[in-house]
């Protein structure tokens, strides 16, 4: 059971946004950096998104992130046929002493 | 190029041991922090363990309950993970991660930021 809490699926069509929630509380993402991961199927894990909202190179600007208190929210637009994976979430919990994934939300392009 | 190979992954009886090793290569391997992470089949990514760079600081997950030890050879380019008293609940793909982390303005920073393609660790009687 994760500290975080996201949504376990989001859909929409081609072309459409989605957004990804990821809920914690004070001693976590209110309290410190959140990152995303996108998880495509048989392959390694890759950051999207890091220190809440700074695309790393090479992460194209259809994936955005943003951060408010205790909640932190992904979103992909321009959704494409190829975005469909499973993110996460992820932020070190300060009373845990140790990092903290959300148990993921799987998107799907309907 | 820049890659992270890990190893060492294979079945194990219930209570066995094993040792994951995880090479680096095309960065500076011994001022980055480290940290492996499992994906049980089925479900999603679990945080197992973290090194700061030059191995001062340690951090694991609580569920861990002091089973597994995390250390780096900076001479070697190479992390690894000791687990012991292996469980069914321990299979998993184990990948190992570089991490940018900083501590800034009170809040901590992890970003892990290239990842291997994992090894595989089978607990099975």
Redesign the interface.
């Known amino acids: 059971q994760?500290v975080l809490t996201q949504p376990p699926s989001v859909s929409a069509a081609p072309g459409q946004k989605v957004t990804i929630s990821c809920s914690g509380s004070t001693s976590n993402i209110g309290?410190?950096?959140v990152?995303w991961?996108q998880?495509l199927p048989g392959?390694?894990?890759?950051?999207l998104i890091?220190?809440n909202d700074k695309r790393?190179s090479g992460i194209p600007d259809r994936f955005s992130a943003s951060k408010s208190g205790t909640s932190a929210a992904l979103g992909i637009t321009g959704l494409q046929t190829g975005d469909e994976a499973?993110y996460?979430c992820?932020?070190?919990d300060?009373s845990?002493?140790?990092?903290?994934?959300?148990?993921?939300t799987t998107v799907t392009v309907l | 190029e820049v890659q992270l190979l890990e190893s060492g992954g294979a079945l194990v009886q219930p209570g066995g041991s094993l040792r994951l090793s995880c090479t680096a290569s095309g960065f500076t391997f011994n001022i980055y922090a480290m940290a492996w992470v499992r994906q049980a089949p089925g479900k999603g990514l679990e945080w197992v363990s973290s090194i700061s760079g030059g191995g001062f600081n340690t951090f694991y997950a609580d569920s861990l309950k002091g089973r597994f030890t995390i250390s780096r050879d900076d001479s070697q380019s190479t992390l690894y993970l000791q687990m012991r008293s292996l469980g069914v609940e321990d299979t998993a793909l184990y990948y190992c991660a570089k991490a940018t982390a900083y501590y800034y303005d009170n809040s901590w920073a992890w970003n892990f930021d290239l990842w291997g393609r994992g090894t595989l660790v089978t607990v099975s009687s």
């Open positions: 994760s309290k410190n950096y990152s991961y998880l392959t390694a894990p890759k950051l890091s220190d790393p499973d996460y992820g932020t070190w300060t845990l002493n140790g990092f903290v994934f959300g148990p993921g």
